[in-house]
């Protein structure tokens, strides 16, 4: 069974752009999960996506937006990058949309902002 | 204050030897509590879930304790392999999970 796979791997952007991330959760997954992780600090929660509804966001400015579309894939979107959102940008999945149910990582989209 | 806190160690371990660590939360209302593993440049994996009666998974147990507000993992006889550090989660009020930025372990020869 295929996992949580995110495209692409690595992303090199200037201060100011856009930058658009992608995931495909294990299949029969219907939630989604957006985390960043920047160099040294924990993984800090982003963006929940579950049946095509934001259900939750976590403490990040507005120009960090996604969606979340009917075949349960999800967009990350970061506008007007700024130096400091260079991390490595994690999704995962989970069976439904319960903190208890495990959440799937994929292997992440590292980006970085020059 | 931070929703979970870890010892960021790194806790350095003879392989063999036991070693154990905690994690504090801030949210009473949190029901859910789990401990995911993260390997050097690689995804998190759970590592397993803490139930409130204490659970152990062979070399592995995980300990709650309500009133103080923490959880514990303790590995018995480490190996090698076990290096890695351990995100501390907790399931907030809203039902998302909160990760600790973790506690590095290095099991040495």
């Known amino acids: 069974e295929a996992g949580v796979t995110q495209s692409p791997t690595h992303l090199i952007k200037t201060r100011g752009q856009q930058v658009t991330l992608r995931c495909s959760p294990i299949s029969g997954h219907t939630s989604v999960y957006w985390y960043q992780q920047a160099l040294g600090l924990g993984l800090q929660f982003l963006l929940w996506?579950?049946?095509?509804?934001?259900?939750n966001r976590g403490n990040f400015p507005p120009r960090f937006s996604g969606r979340q579309f009917p075949n349960y894939s999800s967009e990350l979107n970061v506008n007007a990058l700024e130096l400091e959102d260079s991390a490595l940008y994690l999704c995962a999945s989970s069976l439904r949309g319960r903190g208890w149910d495990e959440q799937f990582f994929g292997p992440g989209t590292r980006l970085t902002v020059l | 204050r931070k929703e979970v806190e870890q010892d960021p160690g790194p806790f350095n371990v003879p392989e063999g030897a036991t070693v154990a660590f905690n994690c504090t939360y801030s949210?009473?209302?949190?029901?859910?509590f789990f401990w995911y593993r993260q390997d050097c440049r690689k995804e998190p994996k759970l590592l397993m879930s803490v139930y409130s009666s204490g659970n152990e998974d062979g070399r592995f147990t995980a300990q709650l304790n309500r009133a103080s507000q923490y959880i514990s993992l303790l590995i018995r006889d480490s190996k090698l392999s076990d290096s890695a550090t351990y995100l501390c989660?907790?399931?907030?009020?809203?039902?998302?999970?909160?990760f600790g930025a973790g506690t590095q372990v290095v099991v040495t020869p």
């Open positions: 989660v907790v399931e907030d009020s809203w039902g998302k999970l909160q």
């Open positions: 949210n009473s209302a949190s029901q859910s």
């Open positions: 996506y579950d049946e095509g509804e934001e259900r």
